[in-house]
């Protein structure tokens, strides 16, 4: 008897990114079985049973199927809006001036800390629908914007309860060591001592934090407080990730590879020696041109050096209200391009396959492979690279998320 499907997509051309074939490994006549959610077929149509039988076929007529785009690096739950920083800002407004007007990211924390789990939920879900009409079917989303236990707590279930008010996969991540909170009167250690002894306990307790962030700069907490963090997390058992010379470096991405950190984020200022431990470690390089465009930075992260140690590049959208406004998974390729110089590959791959090892669920989504979640994107395009070439325009087709 011919095997059953839930699904058959068709017809379609393929971009299975798989890590065995070069460029977006592609399949001109291509299809995909599905049952149960999962992926059972991904490849040439040719090699598919004729007599498979399956509930629903779907005809893609010739359109290009990707995996469903994965965004590995967001801050998408805040209260408030940045705007009037912005307004400020472009009338030549200085840093302090700013602050004194109610800006900046302490702003943001009172704005959180006022705001309800139910506040933080509706304010964020038009943002996560962008993404989501842009064919997301996985978005990470960071705490940060607390910097209390309280709100931290609160901040992370509001990512969770997004995941579960649409048809998306959320990861989450404990960033209690973002900013210092105006309550610490300029104490770090005693902040970190807060993140290490109280907050993280917490979350873990929690179960709220798949991944625990931290900022690692200047204006933020140095590599000491940073190991601080990260030996709690190791002993809680939580991967960690970094964000990593953004603004100058401090040998973020070296530290980040000493923990076997999923990945590290930014990179502007990292050096070859970063790009060669991040290489040994597996630590993925997430690139974020949304911040880099938005804050009019000049230094470049080491794109051909990553390419050169072999480093896994992902791209992301940052979303947050302070340096990266961006909704656009779709922008963050063509800035990836167009800013860095990375190739359609390169960037297709880094909303997709890396951005799925960023956040270590490349075994479940990110490819299309038999056995992975059926998590798809289906585009009105002639070619891949025009989901990378076009600014402002959505090709997208129609978007599957575990099968349907
Ligand atoms: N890197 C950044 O650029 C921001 N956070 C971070 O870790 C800024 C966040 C903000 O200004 O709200
Ligand atoms: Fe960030």
Redesign the pocket.
């Known amino acids: 008897m011919a095997e059953r499907f839930d699904r058959i997509w068709h017809n379609a051309r393929l971009a299975t990114l798989r890590a065995d074939r070069p460029d977006l490994g592609e399949i001109e006549h291509g299809l995909i079985a599905a049952r149960g959610g999962h992926i059972v077929y991904a490849g040439a149509e040719a090699d598919f049973p004729a007599d498979a039988d399956a509930i629903k076929r779907i005809d893609c007529e010739g359109r290009w199927v990707t995996p469903g785009l994965v965004d590995c690096h967001t801050?998408l739950v805040y209260g408030g809006n940045r705007a009037h920083e912005f307004e400020l800002r472009l009338k030549g407004a200085s840093y302090e001036e700013i602050a004194r007007a109610g800006g900046?990211?302490v702003s943001?924390v009172a704005a959180t800390r006022k705001a309800s789990e139910a506040d933080l939920v509706a304010s964020a879900l038009p943002r996560l629908d962008a993404l989501i009409g842009e064919g997301a079917t996985t978005v990470e989303i960071k705490s940060g914007y607390g910097l209390d236990t309280e709100t931290e707590l609160r901040q992370l279930a509001a990512a969770r309860s997004l995941g579960r008010k649409r048809p998306v996969s959320i990861r989450t991540s404990f960033l209690g060591a973002?900013a210092l909170p105006p309550e610490a009167d300029g104490d770090k250690d005693r902040y970190i001592d807060l993140v290490c002894k109280e907050m993280l306990p917490a979350v873990a307790k929690a179960g709220l934090a798949d991944v625990v962030d931290a900022?690692m700069e200047g204006i933020a907490f140095s590599g000491e407080q940073t190991t601080r963090v990260f030996e709690t997390a190791r002993a809680l058992g939580l991967p960690v990730k970094l964000?990593a010379d953004?603004l100058s470096n401090l040998g973020g991405a070296a530290l980040a590879a000493k923990f076997s950190a999923l990945s590290a984020d930014h990179l502007e200022h990292t050096d070859e020696a970063g790009a060669v431990a991040m290489a040994k470690a597996g630590t993925v390089a997430v690139l974020l041109p949304g911040?880099f465009y938005f804050i009019r930075e000049t230094q470049k992260p080491p794109v051909e050096t990553f390419r050169k140690h072999g480093v896994n590049m992902a791209l992301a959208t940052d979303c947050?209200?302070?340096?990266s406004p961006l909704t656009s998974l779709l922008l963050a390729t063509n800035m990836g391009a167009t800013l860095f110089r990375m190739t359609v590959a390169e960037c297709i791959a880094g909303v997709t396959r890396e951005g799925a090892r960023a956040l270590g669920v490349l075994h479940e989504t990110g490819t299309l492979e038999a056995g992975k979640w059926c998590d798809l994107a289906i585009w009105d395009v002639e070619r891949p690279a025009e989901l990378v070439y076009r600014i402002g325009f959505n090709p997208l087709h129609h978007r599957v998320w575990r099968g349907q």
């Open positions: 801050h900046g990211i943001t973002h900022f964000h953004q911040a947050n209200p302070g340096s």
